[in-house]
């Protein structure tokens, strides 16, 4: 898999997986089973956490109304607390990769759903980051996927970081995937993410960076247009 596919394998992984777990969770209908709730607001059970109001989500997000009480009826049935901590999500996520370990990259993904870094991923958090991943912008998105490398959250990518990304999801691969992988190959990946990414030659990738070279390269628009085509044949199909 060259540097092209690893950095698509990387952004893809995210939404497709995601999208899986959700549904093997019951947490996602398809949108043509949504139930009329009338003018109810979300139901608020007694949970340790209550979400913003479905106005605010609403116009926080890309998701109407009705989609956004389905949501919440499969997030609350699976997280009666309201929140999903980190073990928890790396259990559900490690289920898809039985063949390697998926533990560190799970730990990234669930960093970057965790906006205001508490230790779990409210409601709020996950509805707000499905939006993006699921229907919001090119830009839109590739933000959300440097916020994913950008482990530090200091505005730029270093090699460090992208190393162990790079070497949390030859983990998740497995070290069974054939063509057999190269214990050298995760360095080789950073050097060419950086020999493409790394316009100023000073050692990081910043959002501008990153955003350009994504939005000039043509396989990576198009395989992001096939991640989005993924989601909506789900759709149709269910």
């Known amino acids: 898999m060259g540097i092209q596919g690893m950095e698509l394998f990387a952004i893809g992984v ?4 995601f999208m899986a777990v959700l549904k093997q969770f019951g947490i996602l209908e398809p949108i043509s089973s949504f139930e009329d709730s009338s003018d109810s607001d ?3 059970s007694t949970v340790r956490h209550q979400p913003e109001g ?3 989500l609403q116009a926080q997000t890309k998701f109407t109304r009705k989609e956004l ?3 919440y009826r499969g997030f609350k049935n699976e997280c009666p607390s309201g929140m999903v901590d980190e073990e928890t999500f790396k259990t559900i996520y490690s289920q898809f990769f039985p063949q390697g370990d998926a533990s560190t990259y799970a730990h990234f993904l669930f960093n970057a759903f965790d906006m205001d870094r508490n230790g779990s991923i409210r409601f709020e958090d996950f ?3 499905l939006s993006v991943l699921l229907r919001g912008s090119v830009t839109e998105k590739l933000n959300w996927a440097f916020n994913l490398y950008d482990i530090n959250k200091d505005g730029y990518i270093t090699k460090e970081e992208m190393l162990a990304i790079m070497k949390s999801i030859y983990d998740m691969m497995g070290r069974y995937t054939y063509p057999c992988v190269r214990d050298d190959a995760p360095s080789e990946h950073v ?3 950086f020999q493409k990414m790394d316009k100023n030659r000073d050692g990081v990738v910043t959002i501008e960076e990153f955003i350009e070279t ?3 390269d043509e396989n990576i628009m198009n395989s992001m247009q096939l991640f989005e085509n993924h989601w909506m044949m789900e759709q149709h199909q269910n």
């Not at 995210?14 to 997986?17: G, S, T």
Request: aromatic content about 4%; hydrophobic content about 50%; proline content about 0%.
């Open 214 to 216: 994504c939005q000039k």
């Open 191 to 193: 050097d060419k993410f």
């Open 42 to 44: 979300l139901e608020l």
């Open 14 to 17: 995210v939404v497709i997986l």
């Open 127 to 129: 509805v707000i980051g």
């Open 69 to 71: 009480q389905s949501l």
């Open 54 to 56: 479905l106005d605010q």
